[in-house]
């Protein structure tokens, strides 16, 4: 690959994109990412307002109104903090640069390294959720029998937090799709339409979610304990995510004879809305 013929903007635009299309708890549908705005620096912050709840009162004919109130309006800081990068480079020799096919597969595999640290990132906001079944000190152990039913409990949950029904999603293990998969109640994607398929990793649905799959489901071990895996369910206006592939550079390194890139991630997510999520901790079946 010749420097000259580099394009950076090219190059960034492959990045992001491979980025947006691999993550689970970060796209779209999931968190929002209302508040991307421009980020060029890490330190950068988003500002998410909120407004407060307008209160009704009766009306009677021919009489003032109170005085309007004023609502309550305050905002929070969705901070950039986060920044990983990736550099790697490839030998003159091994002549590999002559094929931008395979380039562009180690691009691919610099943006899947980086989706999972931050999809992983994303998910650890789990201990913020406001609802949540069992924790580390009680752990539920679901079977095939009651998988589908502790669904329908953080279901519940949501319900009584007010929490809209549509655009619901719940993110499994997989072996824990593995016991909903025994269960006739769980509706497997293949049958559903393809609009409810456009979200990556979704596997069916159940209980009123859209059920997706992910190895980056979060696990804690208390010691001396078992793994406890947190299965987190909600809807997309819990949480905010907000990410920039601020740079993506080609250079030549001054003692090789070889191409390099390097290239810098930024991002930062907020729970919002601690309501709008629900977090079960399971045991896996022995």
């Known amino acids: 690959m010749a420097l ?15 980025l947006q299309r691999t993550l689970v708890y970060g796209q779209l549908g999931v968190i929002n990412r209302d508040y991307e705005g421009e980020i060029s620096s890490a330190g950068d912050s988003v500002t998410i307002n909120n407004i407060g709840r307008v209160s009704v009162g009766d009306y009677t004919k021919n009489k003032d109104m109170k005085s309007p109130e004023t609502l309550d309006s305050n905002s929070r800081k969705l901070l950039i903090d986060q920044m990983k990068y990736f550099n790697f480079q490839i030998d003159d020799v091994d002549k590999i640069q002559q094929n931008p096919k395979l380039m562009d597969a180690a691009m691919q595999e610099a943006a899947y390294a980086l989706k999972n640290t ?21 752990v539920v152990s679901p079977t095939k029998n009651d998988a589908y039913e502790y669904l329908v409990d953080l279901s519940v949950k949501l319900d009584e937090s007010d929490v809209t029904e549509q655009g619901r999603w719940v993110v499994l293990p997989p072996w824990y799709e593995g016991l909903l998969l025994k269960d006739d109640r769980f509706v497997k994607a293949g049958n559903m339409s393809s609009e409810e398929r456009l979200l990556n990793g979704v596997v069916g649905q ?21 793994e406890n895996h947190k299965i987190i369910a909600g809807h997309s206006s819990a949480w905010s995510y907000a990410d920039q592939a601020t740079q993506v550079e080609a250079y030549r390194p001054e003692k090789r004879f070889a191409d390099a890139v390097k290239g810098l991630h930024l991002y930062g997510a907020k729970v919002t809305r601690p309501e709008a999520l629900a977090v079960l901790s399971a045991s896996r079946p022995k």
């Open 118 to 138: 931050a999809d992983s990132f994303i998910a650890s906001h789990y201990v913020e959720a406001a609802n949540t079944i069992g924790d580390d000190t009680k």
């Open 206 to 226: 159940a209980a009123g979610f859209t059920v997706l799959k992910s190895n980056n489901t979060p696990v804690s071990t208390p010691e001396g304990g078992t």
């Open 4 to 18: 000259d013929n580099f394009i950076p903007s090219l190059w960034s635009a492959r990045l992001l994109y491979n």
